[in-house]
């Protein structure tokens, strides 16, 4: 009798552990993933031969090499920053 009560305890305990872990990381998803209002995606233009995307802004063209672009965000100070 002593050892089920002992084990009930240890799966309430479990679970609300679970429960909490489970709350925790969907917050900190939330707050970490939050996409800025201030967010503009740009179309994708990708090379699959160079592995290379371009885009063009303020009158020049900007050419990545390994990766592409995702967007421009502006920060706090209203100034532009490109997000890889």
């Keep these: 009798m002593k050892l089920k009560k002992i084990t009930n ?5 479990l679970s609300f552990c679970f429960i909490i872990g489970i709350g925790a990381f969907i917050y900190n998803s ?3 993933y939050k996409i800025n209002k201030d967010f ?3 179309p994708l233009q ?3 031969d160079d592995s290379s995307s371009t885009y063009h802004t303020q009158n ?3 050419t990545i090499y390994g ?3 995702k967007g421009i ?3 706090k100070n209203n100034i532009q920053k490109t997000i890889y």
């Design 46 to 48: 990708f090379n699959a």
């Design 30 to 32: 939330v707050i970490t």
């Design 73 to 75: 965000q502006k920060d």
């Design 40 to 42: 503009k995606s740009i």
């Design 67 to 69: 990766g592409f672009v």
């Design 9 to 13: 305890l240890i799966i309430i305990i």
């Design 60 to 62: 020049s063209q900007i």
